[in-house]
């Protein structure tokens, strides 16, 4: 017997709440815990300011303050791409966020890092060239916070008790 789209998706609840799932925007998940709830480190480079406002547009600006995040950011370029007549053509940036998340007393609750990378292409003036850097560092901030907010998600130590 074929189930129909209800009896599939009834199914599946009764499967996965069976062995503690809990959906990460649902009622008992980390997301409700930590939308609005997360003031990070005041950004003091062009590289903070980024990851503020990437950390803002993923789980809203920061309410009551539930948590503190202190973070450091750590990005190395390098070059990749090369024309023997020309140098260098693009260049990789590499970035690794460490990140500390505590409550407002001062408990530690979790801490991690992630990593991601980018490029951007050197192009043959110095201003094109500062803003494709200047925007892949924009895109690679945004990454570093993307896989921040999806390990958050998950942590077992943010999630509502039953």
Same mark, same amino acid.
């Given at each position: 017997?074929?189930?129909?789209?209800?009896?599939?998706?009834?199914?599946?609840?009764?499967?996965?709440?069976?062995?503690?799932?809990?959906? &990460?925007?649902?009622?008992?998940?980390?997301?409700?815990?930590?939308?609005?709830?997360?003031?990070?480190?005041?950004?003091?480079?062009?590289?903070?300011?980024?990851?503020?406002?990437?950390?803002?547009?993923?789980?809203?600006?920061?309410?009551?303050?539930?948590?503190?995040?202190?973070?450091?950011?750590?990005?190395?370029?390098?070059?990749?791409?090369?024309?023997?007549?020309?140098?260098?053509?693009?260049?990789?940036?590499?970035?690794?966020?460490?990140?500390?998340?505590?409550?407002?007393?001062?408990?530690?609750?979790?801490?991690?890092?992630?990593?991601?990378?980018?490029?951007?292409?050197?192009?043959?003036?110095?201003?094109?060239?500062?803003?494709?850097?200047?925007?892949?560092?924009?895109?690679?901030?945004?990454?570093? &916070?993307?896989?921040?907010?999806?390990? #958050?998600?998950?942590?077992?130590? #943010?999630?509502?008790?039953?």
């Amino acid at each position: 017997m074929l189930l129909g789209g209800a009896g599939l998706s009834s199914a599946m609840a009764g499967t996965l709440s069976g062995c503690g799932f809990t959906p &990460v925007y649902g009622p008992d998940g980390a997301g409700r815990t930590l939308t609005g709830s997360i003031r990070a480190d005041d950004p003091v480079t062009r590289r903070d300011f980024n990851f503020v406002s990437a950390l803002e547009d993923r789980l809203g600006p920061p309410g009551d303050g539930v948590f503190h995040l202190a973070y450091t950011i750590d990005i190395t370029e390098t070059e990749r791409g090369a024309v023997r007549t020309v140098g260098a053509t693009r260049n990789l940036m590499r970035g690794q966020l460490r990140y500390v998340l505590t409550r407002a007393d001062g408990t530690a609750v979790t801490d991690g890092q992630v990593g991601a990378n980018t490029a951007y292409s050197l192009t043959s003036t110095q201003l094109a060239t500062l803003a494709a850097r200047e925007d892949a560092e924009l895109r690679l901030v945004r990454m570093l &916070v993307d896989a921040m907010v999806s390990r #958050l998600m998950i942590d077992p130590a #943010l999630q509502t008790p039953a």
